[in-house]
Structure formats: C-alpha cells, structure tokens
C-alpha cells in the first residue's frame, strides 16, 4: 500500500473512531447515518448503503437514510426500482418533501406510470413552484393530448425563470454576434437547464448547432422540443428541414423519411403552410419521384395564389 494511501485510510479510521465516540449518546439510526455520510463522501458506496439499512433497519422512519440511499441507487447503480422504494418510503415517513416527490414523480415518468407520477408531480408544486416539476407535467399531459393543461405548466416555468432566462439569452446573442458561437452554445444550454420548456431557447440553440454544421445534435434539440410542443409548425417544419439536409452517412432514408412525415403533419395541422410544400417538392425531386414532385408543386402554387402572391 503506497503512503498516500495509508495516510488516507488513517485519516479515514481516525475520523470514523471520532464521530463515534461524540455520537455515541445518540440512538442507532443517527448514528448509523452520520457513519454513511462519512462513507458516501469517500465514495465508499456498497459500505454506505449498509450503514443506511441499518439506520433504516433502527428506525424505518429516518426519511433522510432513505433519501441517500435512493440517490446512491440512482445515481451510482442506475437501479430505478430500489431507488423509487426508498423514495416512496421516505416520503411515508415525511410528505412534506417537495423535492423528493419530484424525484418520485421523475421516477414513476419513467416507467410511464403517469397517474402516479402527476400525483407526485402535483404534490411537489403545491409544496413549492419547482420549475422541473411543472416541466414533467407538461410532458405526460401532452403525452395524454391534454395540451390545454399542458400549456398552463409551461406559462408557469416561464414566469417562474423569465428573469434568469433573459439573462443567458442576452449573453447568448452577444456572444453569437461576437463569433463565439461555443461560448453562445454554453448560454442557451444554461438557459434551457434553467427554464426546460423555452421555445425560444431550443429555436436559437438548434440554429447554432446548424450554424457549426452540427446536424446531429440540432436535430437532438428539436426532438427535444416536440414533447413540450408536439403540434407547433415552426418547430416541425425547421427539424424537417435539419433531417432533410442531415446527410448521415447509414440512416440517409430514415431521416428522408422522417422529414416527409414531419412536412405532412405540419399540413395536417395548417394546409396553407406553403413551406411545407416547397420541402416536399426539393425531397420527391431528389428521389426522382415525378408525380409526387409535380403534385407537391401545383400545391405550392396554389397554396401561394389563395395568399394572394
């Protein structure tokens, strides 16, 4: 063993042997707890999940035992299943958590469990307006085509982030005026972190992402943003664009076709959208498909002459 390793490992037995001996007075679960947050900031997670179950095992209502333990199964194992048991038990223990409802309610999304999710969801916001817990409601209500009810959340994180949002985006703009475009990326990903459910902000990123022939990943942006705003044409008709010029090298057709989906559903919810036409005629004349070519045409036309161009 090598003498930093030693040295640690003294220091380590030295600060366990303290805490015991200044908490000895304090019952098991305490005890067992303030040993496991010692062992989970050395990163000792298999010793910390023991002394949390046998905190929890000393008093089944320690809710903060169970709310590590649900992090380090979340977080260092990936196992969803044990951490949403720990969830749920603590939250028997002590409703009034607002943040681990939203952990809970995160959890149950999914699993696509949405009944159980928005109960959790809802509970978190009556505690306290938390931003991401307004944000997963606006996805399982559009999910259940509830759009109305969606939409409330989203007017909701925007006036819950508008100040901290302009911020970045004002950084944002003045770095791409600048040319710094890495550094404009950075500021509309925090503002996106910030406010989730920002058309503004996944509009101007995938722009960016676009600007540095990064297709990928404004296409990534954009997917994104149909699950807040499943039916917005501006949206559709600019990732149908970003997947028509996308040339992936293995998934060519799939975007091809992707876009024609995209370009129909767009005139499904507007037919005077004349974008889309023009789109589905650039893709049918690269196909070589004539007659679908010429149909999307004489749309455009038409869809042009009742605009009265």
């Not at 320690?62 to 044990?82: P, T, W």
């Not at 997917?223 to 949206?235: G, L």
């Amino acid at each position: 063993m090598s003498i930093q390793k030693f040295l640690a490992m003294s220091f380590f037995t030295v600060t366990i042997a303290y805490i015991s001996a200044a908490i000895y007075a304090e019952n098991d679960a305490a005890y067992y707890y303030k040993k496991a947050l010692i062992q989970y900031t050395h990163k000792m997670y298999n010793y910390a999940v023991e002394s949390l179950e046998r905190s929890l095992s000393s008093d089944p209502t320690y809710f903060e035992a169970a709310n590590l333990l649900a992090k380090i199964y979340l977080d260092y194992y990936r196992d969803r299943v044990r951490a949403l048991q720990y969830y749920t038990q603590s939250l028997q223990a002590n409703d009034a958590q607002p943040q681990i409802h939203l952990e809970a309610g995160k959890l149950y999304y999914f699993f696509s469990e949405y009944q159980n999710a928005k109960e959790h969801l809802q509970k978190a916001i009556m505690q306290k307006q938390l931003v991401y817990a307004h944000y997963y409601l606006v996805l399982i209500y559009n999910l259940e085509k509830d759009y109305k009810t969606a939409s409330a959340h989203i007017e909701k994180c925007n006036t819950l982030t508008n100040k901290q949002v302009d911020d970045e985006i004002e950084k944002g703009v003045r770095a791409r005026k600048e040319g710094r475009y890495d550094d404009a990326i950075t500021h509309y990903v925090n503002a996106m972190e910030i406010n989730p459910t920002s058309k503004e902000v996944y509009m101007e990123l995938a722009l960016l992402y676009r600007m540095q022939k990064k297709l990928d990943k404004a296409i990534e942006v954009l997917e994104n943003s149909i699950k807040i705003y499943p039916n917005d044409n501006d949206i559709l008709i600019t990732l149908a664009h970003l997947c028509f010029e996308y040339k992936h090298p293995k998934r060519r057709a799939y975007f091809i076709n992707k876009a024609i989906v995209l370009c129909n559903k767009v005139i499904a919810n507007d037919s005077a959208r004349c974008d889309a036409y023009s789109l589905l005629f650039e893709i049918y004349a690269q196909r070589k498909d004539v007659l679908l070519r010429d149909e999307n045409a004489k749309k455009y036309d038409t869809c042009l002459e009742s605009k009265g161009h």
